[in-house]
């Protein structure tokens, strides 16, 4: 599950200190790539050629969206998790750590409010005691909780890693997605079809439990940025609104 060149407000004052012993840590160097150099808008991140600004649009879910994210996906350009925090404002994202739990996850899972599941396939029998299905989530609605999707937000090599060496996420029920939606993600690509990226991911999550209107405003977003994004590397302007991008333009009015 797959972007930014600079991470998210709630990181600065955790990313320069080891969270298990309160150290500084060395810098990083930044994530470079191909088109690393171009002009990008501040506020969208993509290539000024074909911003996405003007195309974002706000929507409201029963469900909540937390991203686990793994510090290098924060330098990738190419990284969907933003796009769920760009349409949904009760996102969350939480840096992944090997030696530590973020504090302010650590603090919100144990929050009654919340029924959070991991979301990561059913593959391996050691955890099949904690599998659940969509029903688990209507479920959760019913009892007046706030369904949450944890996203282990990285490749799927990386994915797997933050599954196993999470010991604060052993307790939770995990929900493998379900879905017949092949990837359209143009910018990376997948071992399979049926990887999805983090954004369609979320799409589906939020449709299967009946977020309609945010999944659909989503889905839209995500197509405007991979075809931005896919056009921008060959510095080409889309000239004329794409349906998705008409779609959120009439949103707007």
């Known amino acids: 599950?797959?972007?930014?060149?600079?991470?998210?407000?709630?990181?600065?004052?955790?990313?320069?200190?080891?969270?298990?012993?309160?150290?500084?840590r060395p810098p990083r160097r930044e994530f470079k790539a191909r088109g690393s150099f171009v002009k990008r808008c501040e506020?969208?991140?993509?290539?000024?050629?074909?911003?996405l600004c003007p195309y974002q649009v706000k929507a409201e879910s029963d469900a909540q969206v937390w991203l686990l994210t793994h510090s290098i996906e924060h330098y990738k350009p190419t990284n969907t998790g933003r796009l769920i925090g760009?349409?949904?404002?009760?996102?969350?994202?939480?840096?992944w750590y090997r030696t530590a739990p973020d504090e302010a996850l650590a603090a919100l899972l144990q929050d009654p409010r919340y029924a959070p599941f991991v979301i990561f396939p059913d593959d391996q029998p050691d955890y099949a005691d904690r599998v659940v299905d969509i029903d688990a989530v209507h479920a959760a609605k019913q009892q007046a909780r706030i369904p949450v999707f944890i996203i282990l937000d990285g490749t799927w090599r990386q994915a797997r890693r933050m599954f196993r060496k999470s010991p604060y996420l052993d307790a939770l029920p995990v929900l493998p997605l379900r879905t017949e939606r092949e990837t359209r993600y143009r910018l990376r690509k997948?071992?399979?079809?049926?990887?999805?990226?983090?954004?369609?991911?979320?799409?589906e999550l939020l449709r299967q439990s009946g977020d309609e209107t945010a999944a659909?405003?989503?889905?839209d977003y995500f197509d405007v940025f991979n075809d931005s994004y896919a056009e921008s590397r060959y510095y080409r302007k889309i000239a004329e609104p794409t349906p998705a991008m008409q779609r959120l333009l009439d949103r707007q009015q």
Do not use: Y
Request: glycine share 4%.
């Open 1 to 24: 599950m797959p972007d930014a060149t600079s991470l998210p407000p709630e990181h600065d004052a955790m990313t320069d200190r080891d969270p298990a012993t309160g150290h500084p």
């Open 216 to 219: 659909s405003v989503l889905d």
């Open 86 to 95: 760009d349409v949904l404002t009760n996102t969350r994202v939480f840096t």
């Open 190 to 203: 997948p071992a399979s079809k049926a990887h999805l990226c983090t954004a369609e991911v979320a799409i």
């Open 43 to 51: 506020g969208c991140n993509l290539p000024e050629l074909n911003c």
